[in-house]
Every structure is written in structure tokens, then in C-alpha cells.
């Protein structure tokens, strides 16, 4: 057995001196000779008839080289998806807008100012049209979106018949809430950026790309221009974020490839801020009604979900299945006999919604733990007291959920337990209570949550959420190989697209200690399809959960194939070797030992191994799990109304997670601190908000504010851990845990504070404004 | 956000800008930047020249010229927060200043600048104003002073003419204390104002006997509350009385609605700042 020295370790990571010294290089870093800019034309109008698009004085501009409309590019198809329920984009508006922003030409100039100024000259004559903005009147398809009717597709899991059965009874509480989780516009640090290469002496493309699917933007490009895999290669370098909204194949990615093909040069796009609030997918964006019931003495006895999610105007990668992500968590942490959920998926004439942290997940949570709080305090009950009473047991785990999934693996009452601790909430209610006597509104809330992620096994999406419009597999496995270099140096090529998690630094933790070589020595290459086995990408937390298990089981096989070599050279039992500080040596007798960078020099000269052994130190392993992971947690937050401004103060954030094992505690706590601030973001500030025709009133970030630094408390934080079984490793992920346990707990916080004035429920954002006018609209605000 | 392309000038002296702008139609000038280039990257704003005063010496000082303090066209917003001597005799313009942007933009932002781009809901307008301040102004036919009251016009316009440049304010030294406070759009004090109001008092033998209040984020400029100033001169130095011509805060104001309020809730906030902006001056006067 080899000793773990660094797993679960908070390591620092390998990441951070490139990025913090600003030497980190992203696609706007790579420069290729002859590169020209392109710039899109896009559509002032959210619903509109292209009646003609007149490119020659952009044309006649020095400098511009191109500009194509659709009418070039339709033989190329529309943009494929992972889920391609609907309609898919065109890749270029094709006679008929759809949302506010979508692209109409691209210009191709030598550089994007001069791009910008042909792209001005470009004039389209528009015929503009009433729009389907609003997602409930969308619903009745007053207005279509495309020659069918909006909704197009419905997720329904669990019993209705059930659940209007028991809110019939006359022993329970029901209540009953409609409520919105607002649209959010995703703000990676680094916005989406493309540089295509296509060579033609070679026959191949280079692309670079801010993606997180590196081999399903590779499969999309050589599936489109009719080339096979090999001659493509996506290279996603340093990438600044991307939660969830680079978890697509975009038109630019596509047009950029088709341009630099038909000009010879490398053609290169990046989107600004304001762009991308249209040019790049949403979030969220549900209209919904939670009902839930329960008897006198707290026990749930059903919960149902019914609503309208947003889809925008197309079908991207996998925006008709996130309502579905938020199907799999419906019930949380909870036993709940009778559950039901019921989403509507719905185009409008807005930009296209699909993956954002935590997808579909932070939603239902949202429904589930407003409702839970309001049936608290329907019952009289303690908020906390009631979710314990409700929990799933750890007992009953494998517990198979009334919407069809089987959870893994959980200690909820352990956990909030550790939470009530930290808080010390008996004293924070005293608290409140003296603040109340002084007309000060202190609010305190709790909420639990349960994230699905990991999404596995494969064979339970066969053909359902398939790559095969990518040319891929339809599967859900990662890979990883594992290389000891000549030199002793251990390469891992991982098939996981991190854009910021960390890979680097823990799968180098997991292949350290496997081979006992020292931490400096491996390095993590990603990123890269050349380079790396096939991989699906890092999205829905999955990496440490899916990719981790794969860099175990490679390092593991080295490992053997290195215990051989050892025995040989050793005259020992390859099952006694030991691998630990660059050295094998035989287990009980350390001094029978050899350095590693020998052992590595040995394994590539063929003459000097056993008969039967290959020269090479190197294997490629993949993994698929048996199961999805669940992790969880409960999260409290700490507030100060000013009831007579509305202004809402975080005092505190509490929260402790449980995400199984835990490779490095401190990678950990950053996922769960910026998975916080951004729930946080949509609790308090985000909303992407559209008027009546469609155009977006918050396309930059003075009126989208996003969260920053100086607006977060100090987070309290801690852990348990309770392992899975789904992977050898017993991880379960963090990336979207912060977020999906977050929104929520400010919004209990802030209507704690309330209830003496008597607000009983709010919507997202939490804006001084909102807050406000639910103190009036309760008939209680003073002037003051 | 790429511009349309222009001509760049970075003059040596403030007479030569002038004589550049003069010759100029259509030409901007440019000091921190923080206005005009989004404005220009937005193609907004799209100036043949920019004459870039950002070089010229002696233009970046905050100084105690005895009845006055004089802050030089280049002084930036972090240079008027810390300033001891504006902490001292203009304790409202250095809070302003402290919660203007980010700390970036208030190390580049200048106060003249925001003075004279104008924003509906910037921060230092509403002090200046209520300081009483004198913007003095050039241009290569001469130079005038102009009262901060009456500097800022309209919606994002001032009283500048396209050749002149707003080379210093003169903050007066009248004794008395002030305050700013503001509802900002992320909440407490951070970012553009919701709603504010700045408020000077001057108090003698427990009553006000003088005062001037202005406002920013409510209305199509930050302006002289003339209301509560009507209300206030010569009023009892009390929480009542003070609450009582703050009532008056939105007399005469063409009230908003944007994305961060309605006009109801905008009235409602300009009297909730108009009299926390007083109440906090009366302390300082004290």
C-alpha cells in the first residue's frame, strides 16, 4: 500500500505563480502571424424579419477582407448540441432574429478596429416584430419564437396523483408560494475568445478556445468541415473561469474556422463585456410554484414543483436538460414520500439559457428550502428542527428518491449539527431579540441543500444526453494518463478542462503520492486534444469525481509496472516494493532501495528488464463511475435590514460542506468561497433584465453588478466528510456547492429579519429597492 | 468596445490645451479617463482629437490658500479622500470621494472630471455643490467662475463650452460641518448613488443658521435641494426640525425611475439622505 503524504493536504497550488505574476497565457496571449480580427454584426431587435443585409460599403473599406452572411455558411449546418431537442442556432441569423444580439454578419478586418468600423457600414434593413419576452406569457404562444409552439419540451418526474392526494388531507399544513429565480448573465473574469488556424498545406485546424469541452468543440469542428479527429486540435490554454457558459460550441468558434479557411489566414474573435451579455449563453431564469405539505408535528408528506423555465430562443448544448439536473435534486436532503416536478421548457426571444454553476440544482433548491422555511414558519417549528425531522437517515443510504435517483451517501443531521455549533444560534437569536426592542432588524437564515453531480453512470444517458452530434462517444467517462519521462519527471495528461479548479495541483497530489515522487516533479498537462485522451471536460463538478479516479487508476498502473522493474533490479518480490520520497524499496528493509530517476532510466533501456516487460513507463486509464456523487451541506447567513432604505447589510456567512474525501482543503474552500459569492450575486445584485421588445437593460457591468472582494463577509467555514462509493477515491465535488446552497439562505436571512414587519416572501435580487417595497406593499414602512 | 480611431495631443502647458481646443471643434479632453473613454470605447462618444492634459505640471495639488482650498484639475479621487485638509474642511467632498468607484478608478478618476462629465448619480457633484464651491474655467479667450450650483446643466451636460477646461474648484472655508451619505446601487456605500445628499451646516446658539443640502442619483443632475435649504436656514438645531425640511428634499426635482428604483422609492430616499446628510453636518458642526 503506498503512503498518502499529500492527499488531503492544502497544498499550494501549481497554478497560481504564472496566473498571480500576470505570465499565465490565454488565447489572447497566443499571437500567430498574419492573424486578422473579426467583428459581428448583431441585431438591435429581439424578434425581426432580415428583409436584406447590403455588405458593400463595409466591403470597400481598406483593410476588411470579408464579410459573410448566412447565405455563405448555411451549407454548414446549424451549431450542434448535446441535447438537440428543439431548434438548433443557425450560425448565423438566417432571414429571422430570435433574441436581442444574435449575430447577423461577420466582418473579417486586418485588425477589430477597423472590423468595427466595416461592421458598422454593414446595413441591415430589419423589419422588427413584437417579441415573446415574458416567460409566463411566452408559455400561451401568443407569440412563437419559431414556427411551433414555445414549449417544447416537458420534465416530469414523481407522483402527481400522490401529491394532490395529501394536500387534500385535513391533518396538514400546506403552503404554497409562486416565485421566480431570476436570469443571470454569467461573468467570467476572461470573457470567451477564438483563434482558428486553418492550415491548408496540412489539411488540419488549430483552434484555440476559452472552452471547458476541449474534445467536443474538437468533434464539432472536424463533424462540420467533414475532417476527422486527427486533424483537429483544440487547445484551451489558461482559461479565466467559465462556469458553466463555455460548456458549449459557440458560432464564433465555427465562423472563425470557416473564415480562416476560406482567407488563408488564422482568424481571432474575443467578445467584449457588452457582447457577451448576448453573444454568450444565461442562467437560470424559472418561473415556478412550490407547494408543500406537512403535519402539525413537522413530518413532509409531499412536495410538488411546477413551472416555467426559460430556454431563450435555441436549443444550445444542453439547454433543455438543465431543468432536468434540477429534476434529479428535487426533494434535497429529505424523505418525502409524495414528490412531484413538473418543468415546462420555453423558448422566448432572449439569448439561449443552458449551463450555469450549479444548473438547474441551485433552482430547485431554491423552490425546495424557501418552501421548507415557509412551512417553519407556517408550523410555529424551528427551521432547523424541521429539516432534521425530514432528513433521509444516514441509515438509509444507498436511499433511492422519489424522483428515481439513488444518493450515495450523507450525515445531514451530523452536519447542521456542526453548523448550529459554529453559529452558536441561541446566542445570534438573543441577539436578535435585543436588536428588535431597538428597531434594528437582524435576520438569520438556514438552509441545506443536496447537489448531484459527477453525472454518471454513462449507460444511464445513452442516447439521452448523447456527443454523437459531436462525433463522440456518447458517454461520460474521463481519462488520464500517467507518464514517468526519462528523467524521473512524471507527466499527467488529463482529459479535463479546468478553468480554474485546480487539476493541476491535485491530480499532481493523487500521482505524487501513488509513485512517491516528490510533488515538484509532475506536472499536470490539459487542455490540449492533441495531447490528452479522450475527455468529456470539467462541468457539473465532475472532475475530482470522474477525472480523479481516471489519474488514480493510470498512476496505479505505473506504479505496478514500476514495482516490477524495482523487483528486478532489487532481486525482490514486486509485491513488497514501496514507492515514498523518490525512492522504491522493499517494504521492511528500506535500505533495499533504488532512486526513482534510476528506476525510470532502467524502465526505457529494454536490455536491462525482466523478460516479458516492455520499455516505457507510461499507461492511459479511464474511469466510470458506478454512480453519481451527492454531496451536500447546510449554509447560514447573518443579516442587517435598514427598513427604511431596503439597504440589506451580510453580517455573517456560515457553511459547512460535505464533499466526501478531500484531495486539497484549501482548493476546497476556494470553490466553496467563490461558489458562495456568486449565489450570493444572485441573491443580492444579478439580474439580466429585458424590456417589453427584448433588448437587454443590463448589457454592462455598471448595471449588472457581480459580486466582488470588498462586498463578501469572511466566510466561517468548515467540513465533514462522509465518502462516496461511487469512485475508488470517495470524492464527490465542490465546484457549484457554494452556489447551489447560497442564494437561498441570504434570502431566509433577509425575510427572518422581515417577519416582524410581516413580508412573508420576496423574489431575487434582493436590491434595496425590492426590499423596500415589500416592507410597503405589507402596509408597515414608514417614512421613518 | 473599440473606438473609432482619433487624434491624440498631450499638450506641455495648460495655454497650449487651450489654444488646441480652440482650434479644434470637436475635441475632448482627457485627464483620468474614467468617463471619456467608455464613452468612447462604447462609440458613444466619438472625438476627432483628445488633448490629453494628463502631462501638464502643477495641475495635480490640493492647496490651503487661506479663505480657500484649491484642487487642481488633476487631482484624483484618492488624493481628495486622504487629504487631511479636505478631511478637515471639507469632510463631505473626502467620504464622497472615498466611495467613488473602485480603488483603480478613484487612483485615475480625477474630481474635475466627474465634475465635468456630469453623471446623474456621481458621488462629488452633490458635495461641491452643497460646499458651495467656484469651478473656475478657461479657455484661450480668458477665464470665469462659475458657482457649483450652477455648473452642472443637465442630464450628463455642464456649463463648460467645448474650448473651455474646468481647471480648479475652489472650496470655500466657511467653517460649519458637512456630510455625505448615499445609498449605493450594490448596497451600503458601494458604487454609483441610488440616491444621496450631501449637507453643510453652519450652527450657531442651537440653531441653523445656515445650511445647504444637495442631491445626486435622484433627479437628472446632481442639484441644490432648494427646499430643504429654504426649510432649514435658521431652524432649531433638532432631529424634528431637521426631519421636517427634509420632507422637502424632492420640491422642484424631475425624480427618475431607473433600474434601481421607482420614483415613489426615489422620492422616498432623497428625503431619507437629505435628513441623514443633515443630521450627520449638525454633528460635525458641533
Known amino acids: 500500500m503506498t503512503t498518502t503524504r499529500l492527499f488531503g493536504k492544502a497544498i499550494k497550488r501549481k497554478e497560481d505563480p504564472a496566473l498571480i505574476a500576470?505570465?499565465?497565457?490565454?488565447?489572447?496571449?497566443?499571437?500567430?502571424?498574419?492573424?486578422?480580427?473579426?467583428?459581428?454584426?448583431?441585431?438591435?431587435?429581439?424578434?425581426?424579419?432580415?428583409?436584406?443585409?447590403?455588405?458593400?460599403?463595409?466591403?470597400?473599406?481598406?483593410?476588411?477582407?470579408?464579410?459573410?452572411?448566412?447565405?455563405?455558411?448555411?451549407?454548414?449546418?446549424?451549431?450542434l448540441a448535446q441535447v438537440p431537442v428543439g431548434t438548433l442556432k443557425p450560425l448565423l441569423a438566417d432571414g429571422q432574429i430570435r433574441h436581442v444580439g444574435e449575430a447577423v454578419a461577420m466582418v473579417v478586418g486586418d485588425d477589430k478596429y477597423l472590423a468595427r468600423d466595416a461592421a458598422d457600414a454593414v446595413e441591415v434593413d430589419y423589419d422588427p416584430m413584437d417579441a415573446a419576452v415574458d416567460l409566463e406569457d411566452a408559455a400561451t404562444d401568443r407569440i412563437t419564437v419559431h414556427d411551433a409552439s414555445n414549449v417544447i419540451h416537458t420534465w416530469e418526474a414523481g407522483d402527481s396523483d400522490g401529491c394532490?392526494?395529501?394536500?387534500?388531507?385535513?391533518?396538514?399544513?400546506?403552503?404554497?408560494?409562486?416565485?421566480?429565480?431570476?436570469?443571470?448573465?454569467?461573468?467570467?473574469?476572461?470573457?470567451?475568445?477564438?483563434?482558428?488556424?486553418?492550415?491548408?498545406?496540412?489539411?488540419?485546424?488549430?483552434?484555440?478556445?476559452t472552452t471547458q469541452i476541449p474534445h467536443a468543440l474538437a468533434g464539432a469542428i472536424a463533424t462540420t468541415f467533414g475532417l476527422d479527429a486527427n486533424d483537429v486540435r483544440v487547445i484551451a490554454p489558461e482559461v479565466g473561469g467559465g462556469f458553466g457558459c463555455k460548456l458549449n460550441v459557440y458560432p464564433d468558434e465555427i465562423l472563425c474556422t470557416f473564415a480562416s479557411k476560406m482567407l488563408g489566414s488564422p482568424v481571432r474573435w474575443t467578445e467584449t463585456r457588452r457582447e457577451a451579455a448576448v453573444s454568450t449563453i444565461q442562467g437560470r431564469g424559472w418561473v415556478a410554484t412550490a407547494k408543500i405539505a406537512a403535519t402539525r408535528e413537522g413530518d413532509i408528506v409531499a412536495y410538488e414543483l411546477a413551472g416555467l423555465a426559460d430556454m431563450g430562443a435555441y436549443s444550445q448544448n444542453f439547454t433543455i436538460a438543465i431543468p432536468v439536473l434540477g429534476q434529479f435534486t428535487a426533494p434535497g436532503q429529505y424523505d418525502i414520500p409524495n414528490v412531484h416536478f413538473k418543468i415546462d421548457c420555453v423558448y422566448t426571444n432572449t439569448p439561449p439559457t443552458d449551463a450555469y454553476r450549479g444548473a438547474g440544482r441551485p433552482e430547485a433548491a431554491y423552490y425546495l428550502e424557501r418552501s421548507v422555511d415557509a412551512l417553519a414558519a407556517d408550523l410555529d417549528m424551528d427551521p432547523a428542527e424541521l429539516r432534521r425531522r425530514n432528513y433521509v437517515k444516514p441509515e438509509d443510504f444507498p436511499f433511492t428518491t422519489k424522483v428515481g435517483m439513488v444518493m450515495d451517501s450523507g450525515q445531514y443531521a451530523a452536519t447542521l449539527d456542526r453548523l448550529l455549533e459554529m453559529a452558536d444560534v441561541q446566542g445570534l437569536r438573543a441577539e436578535q431579540t435585543e436588536a428588535r426592542e431597538k428597531g434594528r432588524y437582524l435576520g438569520i437564515g438556514l438552509t441545506t441543500y443536496v447537489e448531484n453531480c459527477g453525472l454518471a453512470p454513462s449507460a444511464m444517458f445513452e442516447g439521452g444526453f448523447s456527443w454523437a452530434g459531436y462525433g463522440l462517444p456518447s458517454a461520460f467517462n474521463e481519462s488520464a494518463t500517467v507518464r514517468a519521462n526519462p528523467d524521473g519527471s512524471v507527466t499527467v495528461v488529463t482529459g479535463t478542462g479546468p478553468t480554474g479548479q485546480g487539476h493541476e495541483t491535485t491530480w499532481a497530489q493523487i500521482a505524487s503520492d501513488t509513485l512517491g515522487v516528490p510533488f515538484d516533479r509532475v506536472k499536470v498537462r490539459h487542455g490540449d486534444t492533441h495531447d490528452s485522451p479522450m475527455g468529456i471536460g470539467t462541468f457539473g463538478s465532475r472532475s475530482a469525481a470522474v477525472g480523479g479516479p481516471a489519474v488514480a487508476r493510470a498512476a496505479g498502473r505505473v506504479q505496478e509496472k514500476a514495482a516490477r522493474i524495482a523487483a528486478h533490479m532489487l532481486e525482490a518480490a514486486a509485491e513488497d516494493i514501496r514507492f515514498e520520497d523518490g525512492k522504491a524499496f522493499v517494504a521492511g528493509s528500506p535500505e533495499q532501495s533504488v532512486d526513482w530517476d534510476n528506476l525510470v532510466a532502467t524502465a526505457y533501456q529494454q536490455y536491462q528488464l525482466p523478460e516479458g516487460l516492455e520499455a516505457g513507463l507510461e499507461d492511459v486509464a479511464f474511469f466510470d463511475p458506478t454512480n453519481a456523487t451527492w454531496p451536500y451541506g447546510a449554509h447560514m447567513a447573518v443579516v442587517e435590514v435598514d427598513?427604511?432604505?431596503?439597504?440589506?447589510?451580510?453580517?455573517?456567512?456560515?457553511?459547512?460542506?460535505?464533499?466526501?474525501?478531500?484531495?486539497?482543503?484549501?482548493?476546497?474552500?476556494?470553490?466553496?468561497?467563490?461558489?458562495?459569492?456568486?449565489?450570493?450575486?444572485?441573491?443580492?445584485?444579478?439580474?439580466?433584465?429585458?424590456d417589453e421588445q427584448g433588448s437587454l437593460l443590463t448589457s454592462s457591468l455598471a448595471d449588472y453588478p457581480i459580486p466582488t472582494a470588498a462586498d463578501m463577509p469572511s466566510f466561517e467555514m468548515d467540513m465533514t466528510v462522509t465518502p462516496t462509493d461511487a469512485n475508488p477515491l470517495g470524492v464527490k465535488g465542490i465546484g457549484e456547492a457554494g452556489t447551489i446552497g447560497s442564494a437561498q439562505t441570504i434570502v431566509a436571512a433577509v425575510l427572518d429579519a422581515l417577519r416582524p414587519l410581516g413580508v412573508e416572501t420576496i423574489d431575487m435580487p434582493l436590491r434595496p429597492k425590492r426590499v423596500w417595497q415589500a416592507i410597503q406593499d405589507v402596509g408597515q414602512g414608514g417614512e421613518g | 468596445m473599440y473606438p473609432r480611431s482619433f487624434e491624440y495631443v498631450a499638450p506641455a502647458t495648460i495655454d497650449e490645451a487651450l489654444t488646441v481646443l480652440a482650434d479644434?471643434?470637436?475635441?475632448?479632453?482627457?485627464?483620468?479617463?474614467?468617463?471619456?473613454?467608455?464613452?468612447?470605447?462604447?462609440?458613444?462618444?466619438?472625438?476627432?482629437?483628445?488633448?490629453?492634459?494628463?502631462?501638464?505640471?502643477?495641475?495635480?495639488?490640493?492647496?490651503?490658500?487661506?479663505?480657500?482650498?484649491?484642487?487642481?484639475?488633476?487631482?484624483?479621487?484618492?488624493?481628495?479622500a486622504s487629504s487631511e485638509l479636505i478631511q478637515q474642511h471639507a469632510t463631505a467632498l473626502a467620504q464622497a470621494a472615498s466611495w467613488t468607484g473602485d480603488v483603480q478608478v478613484r487612483n485615475r478618476g480625477t474630481l474635475c472630471g466627474s465634475m465635468a462629465h456630469a453623471d446623474v448619480a456621481a458621488d462629488q457633484p452633490a458635495a461641491v455643490i452643497a460646499l458651495g464651491a467656484t469651478m473656475v474655467v478657461k479657455s484661450s479667450g480668458g477665464s470665469r467662475e462659475i458657482a457649483a450650483g450652477d455648473f452642472v446643466v443637465d442630464v450628463m451636460t455642464s456649463a463648460l463650452e467645448p474650448d473651455e477646461i474646468l481647471v480648479e474648484?475652489?472650496?470655500?472655508?466657511?467653517?460649519?460641518?458637512?456630510?455625505?451619505?448615499?445609498?449605493?446601487?450594490?448596497?451600503?456605500?458601494?458604487?454609483?448613488?441610488?440616491?444621496?445628499?450631501?449637507?453643510?451646516?453652519?450652527?450657531?446658539?442651537?440653531?441653523?443658521?445656515?445650511?445647504?443640502?444637495a442631491l445626486t442619483g435622484v433627479g437628472t443632475k446632481p442639484m441644490l435641494a432648494h427646499g430643504v435649504i429654504e426649510a432649514i436656514q435658521g431652524a432649531d438645531a433638532t432631529d424634528d426640525a431637521i426631519a421636517a425640511a427634509a420632507d422637502r428634499a424632492a420640491?422642484?426635482?424631475?425624480?427618475?425611475?431607473?433600474?434601481?428604483?421607482?420614483?415613489?422609492?426615489?422620492?422616498?430616499?432623497?428625503?431619507?439622505?437629505?435628513?441623514?446628510?443633515?443630521?450627520?453636518?449638525?454633528?460635525a458642526a458641533s
Open chain 1, 22 to 79: 500576470g505570465t499565465g497565457r490565454y488565447v489572447e496571449d497566443v499571437r500567430l502571424p498574419g492573424e486578422l480580427s473579426a467583428i459581428f454584426v448583431r441585431s438591435p431587435y429581439a424578434r425581426a424579419g432580415v428583409n436584406s443585409i447590403d455588405t458593400s460599403a463595409a466591403l470597400e473599406m481598406p483593410g476588411v477582407h470579408a464579410v459573410y452572411t448566412i447565405e455563405d455558411v448555411r451549407h454548414l449546418g446549424s451549431l
Open chain 1, 164 to 209: 394532490a392526494e395529501a394536500f387534500g388531507r385535513d391533518d396538514v399544513v400546506v403552503v404554497e408560494r409562486k416565485m421566480v429565480n431570476q436570469r443571470l448573465i454569467p461573468v467570467p473574469i476572461e470573457p470567451r475568445a477564438v483563434l482558428a488556424e486553418w492550415n491548408p498545406g496540412y489539411g488540419t485546424v488549430n483552434l484555440w478556445s
Open chain 1, 643 to 690: 427598513p427604511e432604505t431596503g439597504d440589506v447589510e451580510l453580517l455573517r456567512y456560515l457553511a459547512v460542506d460535505d464533499c466526501g474525501t478531500v484531495i486539497n482543503p484549501m482548493i476546497v474552500a476556494g470553490q466553496v468561497q467563490g461558489g458562495i459569492a456568486q449565489g450570493i450575486g444572485q441573491a443580492m445584485f444579478e439580474e439580466a433584465v429585458y
Open chain 2, 24 to 80: 479644434n471643434e470637436g475635441a475632448k479632453v482627457l485627464a483620468g479617463g474614467m468617463s471619456l473613454l467608455p464613452l468612447m470605447k462604447l462609440r458613444l462618444l466619438s472625438p476627432e482629437l483628445v488633448v490629453d492634459i494628463g502631462r501638464i505640471p502643477g495641475l495635480d495639488q490640493i492647496e490651503d490658500k487661506g479663505d480657500h482650498i484649491s484642487i487642481g484639475a488633476l487631482v484624483r479621487h484618492n488624493q481628495v
Open chain 2, 169 to 213: 474648484i475652489k472650496l470655500p472655508k466657511r467653517g460649519g460641518g458637512s456630510a455625505y451619505d448615499k445609498l449605493g446601487r450594490r448596497g451600503g456605500h458601494s458604487d454609483y448613488a441610488v440616491a444621496g445628499a450631501s449637507a453643510w451646516v453652519r450652527r450657531e446658539n442651537g440653531r441653523i443658521a445656515d445650511a445647504s443640502v
Open chain 2, 251 to 283: 420640491e422642484g426635482v424631475t425624480v427618475l425611475e431607473d433600474l434601481y428604483g421607482s420614483v415613489e422609492y426615489k422620492t422616498h430616499l432623497a428625503k431619507v439622505f437629505a435628513r441623514r446628510a443633515l443630521s450627520q453636518a449638525l454633528a
